[in-house]
């Protein structure tokens, strides 16, 4: 993946003037360079100061600049690529857990959170279509509480007969 190099130098993207390139670069390698003696980082910091040095090759002329601008705009956008990545891997509408663990670990290296990556997954899954919620399926009742009911409903009966039986018997 190409590195930004304006991000790299600490600059903002735009034509700059050579000197303010070169102090973001001495800066910056004054820092890695005193980030060396920690052996722990060794290995790391020799990478950053091998991009730190393409980046600064590569603007520290303005027409290079220009070159560098020009390219980078032809290139997609982070989240156009990321989509574009999904919609390859969508086998039948479906995504393989394996493959969605490569297509996370790729949006965090673009700078996306993984619920950013799940989101997209979803969209290009799904579209612009309104996914409908599961409709709740009507719970069956298990026959010991319908026996429990219909005894239930016999002892009502029951005692309304027993009232209207006393009621009469009482004569009131």
Not at 121 to 133: M, P, R, T
Request: hydrophobic residues 45%; proline residues 5%.
């Amino acid at each position: 993946m190409a590195h930004d190099h304006f991000a790299i130098l600490g600059l903002r993207p735009g034509l700059h003037k050579p000197a303010e390139v070169r102090r973001r670069f001495e800066d910056e390698r004054q820092r890695l360079v005193a980030a060396l003696h920690d052996p722990a980082r060794h290995h790391e910091t020799r990478q950053q100061l091998e991009e730190l040095h393409i980046a600064y090759r590569t603007l520290s002329d303005q027409e290079r600049q220009r070159r560098y601008l020009d390219a980078a705009d032809r290139t997609p956008a982070p989240a156009a690529r990321l989509r574009r990545l999904i919609a390859v891997s969508l086998e039948d509408g479906l995504l393989r857990q394996s493959r969605r663990e490569v297509i996370i670990e790729q949006g965090r290296a673009l700078g996306f959170s993984e619920f950013q990556v799940q989101l997209m997954i979803a969209q290009e899954q799904f579209g612009d279509k309104e996914v409908d919620a599961p409709v709740p399926r009507p719970r069956r009742q298990s026959a010991t509480a319908i026996a429990v009911k219909s005894r239930l409903v016999a002892a009502a009966a029951l005692a309304a007969g027993m009232f209207l039986l006393m009621v009469r018997w009482l004569g009131v």
